[in-house]
């Protein structure tokens, strides 16, 4: 088993900055793949980005560019740098670690970006 908590997230105006992580407990050496997924008022939850155990990234067209992901292997943590953020990344941030049974999930972390 594996348990994820998040933290990092807040209030910030446009163009601002923000931190996110995620930290791991538990079955961690199972894991494979962890990332950030992303789940707006009213839509679906999305993809933000992902980083492999050989720190190969994938981000989101919408965040390439803005959105760094960084994996922390001693301290079993995943870090997400956001900056130039915009009104439209305002959603509840959620942490994921994937293994080769299953997929976990944080509780999540509001991030709001005013205008």
């Known amino acids: 088993q594996l348990q994820l908590v998040e933290s990092g997230g807040g209030l910030v105006q446009a163009g601002g900055s923000l931190r996110l992580s995620c930290a791991a407990s538990?079955?961690?050496?199972?894991?494979?793949?962890m990332g950030w997924y992303r789940q707006a008022p009213g839509k679906q939850r999305e993809l933000v980005a992902t980083i492999t155990n050989i720190d190969y990234t994938n981000y989101a067209d919408s965040v390439k560019g803005r959105f760094t992901i960084s994996r922390d292997n001693a301290k079993n943590t995943a870090n997400l740098q956001m900056n130039s953020l915009k009104p439209e990344d305002t959603a509840v941030y959620y942490c994921?670690?994937?293994?080769?049974?299953?997929?976990?999930w944080g509780k999540g972390t509001l991030v709001t970006v005013s205008s």
């Open positions: 994921n670690a994937g293994t080769i049974n299953r997929f976990y």
């Open positions: 538990g079955s961690i050496f199972s894991i494979n793949t």
